[in-house]
Nanobody, 121 residues
Framework: QVQLVESGGGLVQPGGSLRLSCAAS????????MGWYRQAPGKQRELVAA???????NFADSVKGRFTISRDNAKNTVYLQMNSLKPEDTAVYFC???????????????WGQGTQVTVSS
C-alpha cells in the first residue's frame, strides 16, 4: 500500500503565496511522476503541475510563471510553491504519484486526500 499525505493548504489573500507539500510512504520501489491536480466546485479535476524523477516539468498554462514544482526524491516528497495567487486558483489540490511497488510491477497512480486552497480577500 502507498499513502500520499498533503499539507500546506489554507486561506490566503489575492497576491499571496502558499507552499503545498506531499509525502509518499509505504511499499515504494520507485516513483516516476509526482504532481498536483486541482478541482474547483462544479469543475473537472485538472493538472496543475507535474515533475518526473529526472526533473522534467509540465505546468498548466494558467499557472506558468506563478507556480513552481520541486521534488526531494530521497524523501519521496513533492512541493508546489504558489505565488501571486488569484481567486480563480481556489480549489481542492490533490497530490498524485505514479508508483512502482516492486521492480516487476507496472506503475500505478495514487492520490492524496486533497487540501483546500482558498484565495479571497
Amino acid at each position: 500500500q502507498v499513502q500520499l499525505v498533503e499539507s500546506g493548504g489554507g486561506l490566503v489573500q489575492p497576491g499571496g503565496s502558499l507552499r503545498l507539500s506531499c509525502a509518499a510512504s509505504g511499499s515504494i520501489f520507485s516513483i516516476n511522476v509526482m504532481g498536483w491536480y486541482r478541482q474547483a466546485p462544479g469543475k473537472q479535476r485538472e493538472l496543475v503541475a507535474a515533475m518526473t524523477s529526472a526533473g522534467i516539468t509540465n505546468f498548466a498554462d494558467s499557472v506558468k510563471g506563478r507556480f513552481t514544482i520541486s521534488r526531494d526524491n530521497a524523501k519521496n516528497t513533492v512541493y508546489l510553491q504558489m505565488n501571486s495567487l488569484k481567486p480563480e486558483d481556489t480549489a481542492v489540490y490533490f497530490c498524485n504519484a505514479a508508483v512502482k511497488t516492486t521492480p516487476w510491477t507496472v506503475e500505478r497512480y495514487y492520490w492524496g486526500q486533497g487540501t483546500q486552497v482558498t484565495v479571497s480577500s
